[in-house]
């Protein structure tokens, strides 16, 4: 009784809500409190781009004459001054792609991100899928043994088994009750984690798969589509940034115009007939800043250089690694497939050879010893299977981490 509440139990914990995977991937991209973090980031790149491509501050300055100067149309009372400073042509535009680029780098990060977080959660669910399929094959187990007791209770009142292949059914019967109630709480500490991880009430109940629900799809994830990784993507808009950088500090070493105008203020000489008489002064005004001293500039563009080379080697480096992920999980994936098909197999032969010992009864004793024995070896290849499918599942969503658009 109490195996089946626990096997009720995972039941139900499964089942209460009919939500799909892609479901599920779908409330934790919305919920993950990393992406909506990323994307304030990016929000905030974006606004970067306006910053930098914005003028320096304009420059305003306004002065009385203590002393008055005297002109000929009169003594200058006080002085306004206006002027601005313009970068060399193309300065801000160079600042702006760069920037630009740097924000697009925010968004590689948010899908890398959200791949990440989509593999975790294909991972968490398939290991909430062999607990489930776990627990149904121990319970289906702990029956047959069930049956098996009473089967060797009546061939005990006919002198056909002893106590002692009882005692060994009971034994073994016991050894997977409590399989199964480590099972049980296995399973809720892992619903636990995933509710966690989809940022939802701990204790919201989840829908895993049957096991003959499984999908096994023969899908093929081309190793060229590696190089759409938002990993590698980020790494070239990131080099681009900087050589957008390089071309803005070249730009920033030329010099820099200043336009503007004075506007001075006249007073009225107390002349008559004076031609211009109070006559205020306008004076435009034109400056150039020449940095005579760039060597700031020429180091800052070899820093620049020295990290283009470097996010290169970084390259090279990252997509390695990513092509030794990808020809692992394939191999995984193959091997797990392969074995899948061996345990089938192994399933069918040893539910034979049980039969035949089962049949033999009818005409003798049962061999209570062999009939353990196989229904030992059934488990053992059940649970075989099961692994090897979560591991195909698996590796089959590092596959689609590696090179699917999500």
């Known amino acids: 009784m109490k195996n089946k509440l626990l096997i009720l139990c995972i039941s139900i914990g499964m089942f209460s809500k009919a939500q799909s995977l892609q479901e599920y991937l779908n409330i934790a991209k919305n919920n993950n409190p990393e992406l909506k973090a990323m994307q304030y980031q990016y929000e905030s790149a974006l606004e970067k781009v306006n ?18 100067a005297e002109t000929r149309v009169g003594a200058q009372k006080a002085k306004l001054s206006v002027s ?7 300065t801000l535009e160079a600042k702006k792609e760069s920037a ?49 007791e009473n089967l060797a209770l009546t061939a005990l009142e006919n ?21 199964l109630n480590s099972i049980h709480e296995n399973f809720k500490a892992t619903q636990i984690g995933f509710n966690l991880l989809l940022n939802t009430d701990e204790k919201t109940v989840l829908n895993v798969v049957d096991n003959s629900d499984m999908q ?34 070249k730009k920033e070493a030329l010099p820099l115009i200043g336009l503007g105008f ?18 205020d002064i306008v004076m435009p005004m034109l400056s150039i800043s020449i940095p005579l ?34 020809e692992s999980a394939k191999s995984k994936m193959k091997s797990a497939k392969v074995d899948i098909q061996t345990q089938n197999e ?27 024995e196989i229904q030992q070896l059934k488990l053992t290849f059940q649970l075989k299977k099961v692994l090897s499918e979560k591991e195909y599942a698996i590796q089959n969503a590092t596959l689609a981490y590696l090179t699917s658009n999500n």
């Not at 990440?116 to 289906?140: D, M, P, Q, S």
């Not at 093929?220 to 980020?234: A, G, T, V």
């Not at 069918?348 to 089962?358: G, P, R, S, W, Y």
């Open 51 to 68: 910053e930098v491509g914005s003028l320096p501050n304009t420059t305003i300055g306004a002065g009385y004459f203590v002393q008055e």
């Open 84 to 90: 601005q400073m313009l970068p060399w042509f193309g």
């Open 100 to 148: 630009s680029l740097k924000a697009e780098t925010k968004l590689n990060n948010i899908d890398l991100a959200k791949r990440k977080l989509f593999l975790e959660v294909k991972t968490r669910y398939f290991e909430l899928f062999e607990l489930k399929a776990t627990a149904e094959i121990v319970n289906e187990n702990i029956k047959i043994l069930e049956t098996f």
């Open 159 to 179: 002198n056909k088994a002893t106590m002692v292949d009882i005692l060994k059914i009971r034994m073994k019967k016991n050894e997977l009750s409590n399989n």
């Open 216 to 249: 096994f799809n023969n899908q093929q994830y081309q190793k060229e589509l590696i190089s759409n990784n938002p990993k590698l993507l980020e790494l070239d808009n990131l080099k681009s940034s900087l050589e957008k950088s390089e071309l803005a500090t």
């Open 262 to 279: 004075d506007y001075v203020f006249v007073d009225e000489r107390p002349v008559s007939d004076l031609f211009d008489n109070g006559k």
């Open 293 to 326: 001293f760039s060597k700031k500039y020429s180091s800052k563009q070899k820093q620049l250089q020295l990290d283009q080379k470097a996010i290169e080697s970084t390259k090279v480096n990252t997509l390695n690694q990513l092509y030794a992920l990808y």
């Open 346 to 372: 192994n399933i069918n032969q040893a539910m034979q050879a049980e039969k035949v010992l089962l049949t033999a009864y009818e005409t003798s004793t049962v061999d209570f010893e062999q009939l353990l």
